[in-house]
Nanobody, 114 residues
Framework: VQLQASGGGLVQAGGSLRLSCAAS????????VDWYRQAPGNQRDLVAS???????NYADSVKGRFTISRDNAKNTVYLQMNSLKPEDTAVYYC?????????WGRGTHVTVSS
């Protein structure tokens, strides 16, 4: 199982980015997929999740600004991030559980300048 996260970058406050998490080795629509983020010196926090049934859940800090979605044909989960704030600056990771294990993608860096 491999998860490849991409789409990070540098953006001004108020801007948008879309992160992608492309999966191989699993059928992503059958699994819960999470996006986490970790800022320097902080713990890794859950940002958003999407279940196999398409239900979504968000951290309070991103509700109304971030949207998690899934493209089954591309076996990819996305995190659309709008109205970005400097406090959204972090390394973002996608993760899922399958075959009795937890799998993490490499992080993608998001930097929001004020």
């Amino acid at each position: 199982v491999q998860l490849q996260a991409s789409g990070g970058g540098l953006v001004q406050a108020g801007g948008s980015l879309r992160l992608s998490c492309a999966a191989s080795g699993i059928i992503i629509r059958l699994n819960v997929v999470d996006w986490y983020r970790q800022a320097p010196g902080n713990q890794r926090d859950l940002v958003a999740s999407i279940t196999s049934g398409g239900m979504t859940n968000y951290a309070d800090s991103v509700k109304g600004r971030f949207t998690i979605s899934r493209d089954n044909a591309k076996n990819t989960v996305y995190l659309q991030m709008n109205s970005l704030k400097p406090e959204d600056t972090a390394v973002y990771y996608c993760a899922t559980e399958s075959y009795g294990g937890r799998f993490w993608g490499r992080g993608t860096h998001v930097t929001v300048s004020s």
